[in-house]
């Protein structure tokens, strides 16, 4: 399992260092898609959505974006 705690995240401790690694994310995550410039990761934990950003130039993580998830989902995501 994955922790994130987002009380943490700007000191830089709130994130498992995997989780900055499109391979590890694209194999806990629950949707995605792609832009022109970026990979599109989501993996849904309880009443959240995770999203993950990559460049696809550099597969670098771009951001990490937390926030309430408005559809009632029955599954929880195990990896996060």
Do not use: P
Request: contains cysteine.
């Amino acid at each position: 399992m994955y922790r994130i705690k987002t009380s943490e995240l700007l000191s830089g401790k709130g994130i498992a260092k995997e989780l900055t690694s499109i391979e590890v994310v694209k194999n806990i995550s629950d949707d995605s898609c792609e832009t022109k410039r970026h990979y599109l990761l989501v993996a849904y934990s309880l009443e959240y959505k995770i999203e993950f950003s990559f460049d696809k130039a550099n597969k670098a993580c771009q951001y990490i974006m937390v926030e309430e998830n408005e559809i009632n989902r029955e599954k929880q995501n195990v990896n996060i």
